[in-house]
């Protein structure tokens, strides 16, 4: 319970550590609401609230990686949605996780949407 308490806290710490327009603090909230967090940050080589590698990419990759790819809106909100395959993992070796669970319970597709688009209008890391 207490390592619960203290990856939450290291969680919410970091998503309210962002100094940003509104935007940002609103895109954090709704992340840091749905759970997106505890697998994602923002910078790349972040660590996780455990210390530990990130299960999931770092945003700023993905913005970077989607940025000129037609349809990633749409194809990135979906996976946030439905989850992605571990066989077909393209973030393979580069993060702790091989797969992104389905999230349909813990955020709406409006919702989704929103935040996806948030993602890929961050600036790639320097």
Same mark, same amino acid.
């Given at each position: 319970?207490?390592?619960?308490? +203290?990856?939450?806290? !290291? ?5 309210? =550590?962002?100094? &940003? %327009? /509104?935007?940002?603090?609103? #895109?954090? @909230? ?11 940050? +923002?910078?790349?080589? !972040? ?5 530990? =590698?990130?299960? &999931? %990419? /770092?945003?700023?990759?993905? #913005?970077? @990686? ?15 949605? !439905? ?15 091989? #797969? ?27």
């Amino acid at each position: 319970m207490k390592r619960t308490l +203290i990856a939450l806290s !290291a969680t919410l710490l970091a998503a309210t =550590a962002w100094a &940003g %327009p /509104a935007e940002d603090q609103a #895109a954090l @909230k709704l992340a840091t609401g749905a759970g997106c967090m505890t697998c994602h940050n +923002i910078e790349p080589g !972040a660590k996780g609230p455990n210390g530990m =590698a990130p299960i &999931g %990419p /770092a945003w700023r990759d993905v #913005a970077a @990686k989607y940025k000129s790819i037609k349809g990633a809106q749409q194809q990135l909100t979906a996976t946030v949605l !439905a989850g992605s395959s571990p066989y077909e993992s393209h973030w393979k070796d580069k993060v702790s996780g091989l #797969a992104m669970p389905p999230n349909k319970v813990a955020i709406a597709e409006a919702d989704a949407a929103k935040l996806v688009s948030w993602i890929l209008a961050l600036e790639p890391a320097k």
